[in-house]
């Protein structure tokens, strides 16, 4: 029995992944009317009779659809400043050695530390929240950008420039298809990064927006309307994740694990 399920497993990765998810929301909705507290964590069937208070509420419509074009200007930004500061630091080993460091520096800095300054810099209006949503995605771009020229092998670089290879077509040709994997990759957790801070921004500094919205579901426990939101913003995430896989699968052609 187990030989076959296995099989079958490995043939239909998709069929697996909803099996599992089914089986979760099926525990969590049992949990739900058995041991779990109502107030604090809501069943799955709780969250779906919320959907229609929460979709059906035009502030919160509003709010996600502001929510949704911060992240994207954030993240927008958050790529060409990364492309723009990861390549000209991995391409050059002074730079390398000078600015790495400082980066890996200021990743390390806890960023809600110094929201402060992002209100005193830029109000409580998006400005605020899509910097600071800028802050939490740079950095992963930056570093898988620096890895992926750290890639490329000397000894194609020297190919390259025996067939007499310009310096435009040596990075066109063999820098870029070694940077767009870890590029891509830098570009999903930079998303990811940029959700956080957005939402983190509005959490604490904004008197509207999800967060907000996440702040007052939680304060007057009201779970099953949490918890939609969640679902929602996760909905935002995957489609944006979506989208970066599909212009991964175009970038890099020629590999056969991107088919």
């Not at 079958?8 to 979760?24: D, F």
Request: aromatic content about 10%; overall charge positive.
């Amino acid at each position: 029995m187990k030989a076959r399920v296995l099989p079958l497993a490995q043939a239909h990765p998709r069929l697996t992944r909803l099996g599992v998810i089914a089986v979760a929301f099926l525990l969590w909705e049992i949990a739900g009317h058995t041991v779990l507290d109502r107030d604090f964590i809501s069943p799955p069937s709780g969250i779906l009779r919320a959907f229609p208070d929460v979709l059906g509420d035009r502030a919160i419509v509003w709010a996600l659809t502001v929510s949704f074009f911060e992240l994207v200007a954030s993240f927008a930004v958050a790529l060409v400043a990364g492309v723009a500061i990861g390549l000209p630091v991995g391409l050059h080993k002074f730079t390398l050695r000078s600015a790495l460091p400082l980066i890996l520096l200021a990743y390390s800095i806890p960023q809600v530390t110094i929201l402060p300054l992002f209100i005193l810099y830029f109000g409580i209006g998006p400005a605020a929240k899509i910097a600071f949503g800028v802050t939490h995605g740079i950095f992963p771009i930056i570093l898988n950008v620096v890895a992926g020229v750290q890639s490329v092998e000397d000894a194609h670089l020297r190919a390259a420039r025996s067939m007499g290879a310009s310096r435009w077509q040596m990075f066109y040709r063999v820098v870029l298809p070694h940077v767009t994997p870890s590029l891509f990759a830098g570009m999903r957790l930079g998303m990811s990064g940029c959700l956080l801070g957005v939402l983190l921004a509005e959490l604490y500094v904004s008197s509207g927006g999800v967060g907000q919205y996440t702040k007052l579901f939680a304060e007057t426990f009201n779970p099953a309307a949490l918890l939609a939101l969640v679902f929602i913003l996760a909905a935002m995430a995957i489609a944006l994740n979506e989208i970066v896989r599909g212009a991964e699968k175009r970038a890099s052609f020629w590999r056969s694990d991107a088919r």
